[in-house]
């Protein structure tokens, strides 16, 4: 029945004749078009096709596929095209063509062949649903965001894939007061000395009024390299409650020196789950940063240094069983993941001892201690630990492993990994670590999301 049909997907073939390639694509669109009419579906079409269109009838048909807007019923629209001329030759939008969508995402590839020249995006700013924007543009396409035409008011859930500098960062997270959600990786390059020299009235005043996401929830910010720049951390994220930073390259992240204590402490109140990945951050100051958040259920820690110090501040109970008597660190804690791999160009080894680790999970599990359940401390079990782990590293979680294996026939979810040192990783964001939130996954949880609420 075509109204159950939901998904359509097209891709051409480089290998082919373009004409060949566009002919098949009509025939198929032809048939879903005509069959799913106005009932909801999905549109993606990967355009991966380097060579021109030829004529204007091919130009003329395949505009029609990559902008089937004319059918209400479109509710994600997906499109991956490589040259902008593409964009530029079959660019058509008719306008109150779009009340039911929803999702765009949108790569663009710019052809070696094509100069970096003023090119004509799709306008979607005439969508009163969208509210999920997924992007990945060549990176001076974020600079000005008038030749951007999307609804960016009334985004909730924001992806920019690859090719941010911080001077598109600085005007995209003003622009989009409603994000609940984002995820954006900057680009090498991101520029960070010449926005601390930037000395414009504009910059000034920006300085003196950091952005203010009031609904922001979920944050996640990658980099290739160190960023020195407090324009990412300048945030105020009053509703803050997932954070993950983390490097896709190398060794990287937020340089210690950007004394980033002040974005934590801002955003302390309601953050429940942190991650720092491959992040340039002493132990001994995340330690400093964990003591800021006393509702954390979840943390991951990927960074240079000894982890024992944090790891002692989990322990809640003294070798008699009995509660500490000084405050636990992140007493609501469930999930912990532990990396230690000698990254390729970390200032100093992630390092830990299997005592504190097994003590900590250990007093996360009071069953036997010596005090009456009214007496109890409030702390939530630790369910789940998960070890990312080097060669050198073996010996130790082997130790570990041994010591909670009573724990684990009880319940506890434990998690081992061995991982190869960094110099024989593929990119970071294809390495299955069995770390969560990673890459499109995540976004696949954010679409559903939207989707269903169907705002």
């Not at 007493?331 to 001892?353: C, D, E, I, W, Y």
Request: charged fraction near 25%; charge should be positive; include cysteine.
């Amino acid at each position: 029945m075509p109204q159950l049909w939901e998904k359509l997907s097209l891709y051409s073939c480089p290998k082919e004749p373009v004409q060949k390639v566009i002919e098949r694509m009509v025939c198929a669109g032809w048939l879903w078009f005509n069959c799913v009419k106005a009932h909801p579906f999905l549109f993606e079409m990967d355009w991966g096709h380097g060579g021109g269109f030829g004529n204007v009838q091919m130009c003329a048909a395949l505009r029609t596929l990559i902008f089937p807007f004319q059918l209400p019923g479109l509710r994600r629209y997906s499109l991956n095209i490589v040259g902008e001329d593409k964009l530029d030759a079959c660019f058509y939008v008719p306008k109150n063509s779009l009340q039911n969508l929803r999702i765009v995402a949108l790569s663009v590839l710019r052809s070696n062949a094509i100069k970096r020249q003023r090119v004509r995006y799709p306008r979607f700013e005439n969508a009163p649903r969208l509210r999920m924007l997924e992007l990945c543009l060549p990176f001076d396409r974020y600079h000005d965001l008038k030749n951007l035409h999307f609804p960016w008011n009334q985004l909730t859930h924001l992806v920019i894939l690859d090719g941010l500098s911080l001077y598109g960062w600085r005007d995209i997270i003003r622009a989009c007061p409603s994000l609940k959600r984002c995820y954006v990786v900057f680009e090498e390059n991101a520029e960070p000395e010449g926005l601390d020299q930037d000395d414009s009235v504009d910059a000034k005043n920006q300085v003196l009024n950091p952005p203010k996401l009031e609904k922001l929830v979920d944050l996640t910010i990658a980099c290739h390299r160190a960023i020195k720049s407090d324009t990412i951390l300048d945030l105020q994220c009053p509703r803050l409650q997932e954070l993950t930073l983390f490097s896709q390259h190398r060794y990287g992240g937020f340089s210690p020196t950007d004394q980033p204590s002040s974005f934590y402490r801002r955003t302390a109140p309601h953050l429940q789950v942190l991650a720092l990945r491959q992040q340039a951050i002493p132990a001994f100051d995340v330690l400093r940063i964990l003591r800021m958040m006393p509702h954390l259920v979840e943390l991951e820690i990927d960074c240079p240094g000894n982890y024992d110090p944090i790891l002692r501040e989990l322990i809640c109970l003294t070798p008699e069983r009995k509660p500490v008597a000084t405050p636990v660190l992140a007493p609501r804690l469930r999930t912990l993941r532990l990396v230690a791999v000698n990254h390729q160009g970390m200032p100093s080894k992630s390092t830990f001892s299997a005592a504190p680790l097994i003590q900590a999970v250990q007093s996360r599990w009071w069953a036997g201690a010596d005090f009456d359940a009214s007496e109890a401390p409030a702390i939530a079990y630790l369910d789940h630990v998960t070890i990312v782990h080097d060669a050198n590293h073996a010996p130790v979680v082997d130790h570990v492993t041994r010591e909670l294996q009573r724990l684990v026939q009880w319940g506890l979810e434990l998690v081992t990994v061995l991982q190869k040192t960094a110099q024989h990783w593929p990119h970071m964001t294809k390495v299955n670590l069995a770390l969560p939130r990673h890459g499109d996954e995540q976004f696949e949880e954010w679409r559903r999301e939207v989707l269903r609420r169907g705002e």
